[in-house]
């Protein structure tokens, strides 16, 4: 699959090259980089790394009928992490936090930001934890990595060619692969049956996850009543 990798040892963040850089630059190119001082999370969080331990790059997408599907190219990111990460290196227990956060069992091995200015660009950032062995001070979620999972070290070129040409397959794809991005996400949905907290119409609610719809809508029922979710942050309730 064609693209091109631009990769820097250290960078702020690779999303804000290419918001930067955007316009000189072609359709599917990449950013990577071992290090980033400023690495940029969901909701205004930084996003961690230590220097040469993990994964971390974004994908520029320029071509206006995939500009034009938006957030939606977010779920083809997820899938295709998730099931490299399944069934080229055989981890168990991946799951996909919805919309586009990957788990092993409760913890976070990778999370996605897109970023963008719809129909100009659409950058999909990735950061995947490889090799680290600790995360030190706070985070949102409890993170974890490859490594910590299997107990070997990741060979990081080797992971990203074949994660990338996977990447880059989904998104030309994308129209083709819809049902099996469906069918592998629902049946790796981590929040599916779990009670959560949501914020909808300027309230938080809560109520139970009963799954992803075609539209990939979260679907959240409470007394029968249910509540489709396009976007936002879930929080799933600590049982008492
Ligand atoms: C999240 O909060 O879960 C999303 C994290 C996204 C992190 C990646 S790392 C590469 C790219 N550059 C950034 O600054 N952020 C994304």
């Given at each position: 699959m064609h693209y091109q990798e631009i990769h820097f040892a250290?960078?702020?963040s690779t999303n804000k090259y290419l918001k930067e850089n955007y316009a000189s630059l072609d359709d599917l190119v990449i950013v990577s980089s071992d290090?980033?001082?400023?690495g940029k999370g969901r909701n205004d969080r930084i996003w961690k790394s230590d220097n040469g331990d993990n994964l971390l790059f974004s994908l520029l997408i320029k071509e206006r009928d995939l500009v034009n599907l938006g957030g939606y190219l977010s779920l083809p990111a997820a899938y295709t992490v998730a099931k490299y990460l399944e069934?080229?290196?055989?981890?168990?227990d991946v799951y996909i936090k919805w919309p586009n956060d990957i788990y092993i069992k409760d913890k976070k091995v990778c999370g996605i930001l897109l970023e963008g200015q719809l129909p100009n660009y659409l950058i999909i950032g990735i950061g995947i934890n490889l090799n680290q062995k600790d995360f030190i001070g706070d985070y949102h979620v409890s993170p974890t990595s490859l490594f910590l999972e299997t107990g070997k070290k990741i060979e990081i070129n080797d992971f990203k060619k074949g994660l990338f040409s996977s990447l880059i397959s989904s998104i030309i794809n994308v129209d083709e692969l819809k049902e099996d991005f469906l069918s592998y996400y629902q049946s790796h949905d981590?929040?599916?049956d779990k009670e959560v907290s949501f914020y909808i119409d300027n309230e938080y609610k809560n109520g139970k996850v009963v799954g992803i719809d075609d539209k990939f809508a979260l679907i959240i029922e409470k007394d029968g009543k249910r509540s489709a979710l396009q976007s936002g942050e879930i929080t799933i309730k600590k049982e008492n």
């Amino acid at each position: 699959m064609h693209y091109q990798e631009i990769h820097f040892a250290t960078i702020d963040s690779t999303n804000k090259y290419l918001k930067e850089n955007y316009a000189s630059l072609d359709d599917l190119v990449i950013v990577s980089s071992d290090y980033q001082s400023k690495g940029k999370g969901r909701n205004d969080r930084i996003w961690k790394s230590d220097n040469g331990d993990n994964l971390l790059f974004s994908l520029l997408i320029k071509e206006r009928d995939l500009v034009n599907l938006g957030g939606y190219l977010s779920l083809p990111a997820a899938y295709t992490v998730a099931k490299y990460l399944e069934e080229e290196l055989n981890i168990k227990d991946v799951y996909i936090k919805w919309p586009n956060d990957i788990y092993i069992k409760d913890k976070k091995v990778c999370g996605i930001l897109l970023e963008g200015q719809l129909p100009n660009y659409l950058i999909i950032g990735i950061g995947i934890n490889l090799n680290q062995k600790d995360f030190i001070g706070d985070y949102h979620v409890s993170p974890t990595s490859l490594f910590l999972e299997t107990g070997k070290k990741i060979e990081i070129n080797d992971f990203k060619k074949g994660l990338f040409s996977s990447l880059i397959s989904s998104i030309i794809n994308v129209d083709e692969l819809k049902e099996d991005f469906l069918s592998y996400y629902q049946s790796h949905d981590y929040l599916k049956d779990k009670e959560v907290s949501f914020y909808i119409d300027n309230e938080y609610k809560n109520g139970k996850v009963v799954g992803i719809d075609d539209k990939f809508a979260l679907i959240i029922e409470k007394d029968g009543k249910r509540s489709a979710l396009q976007s936002g942050e879930i929080t799933i309730k600590k049982e008492n």
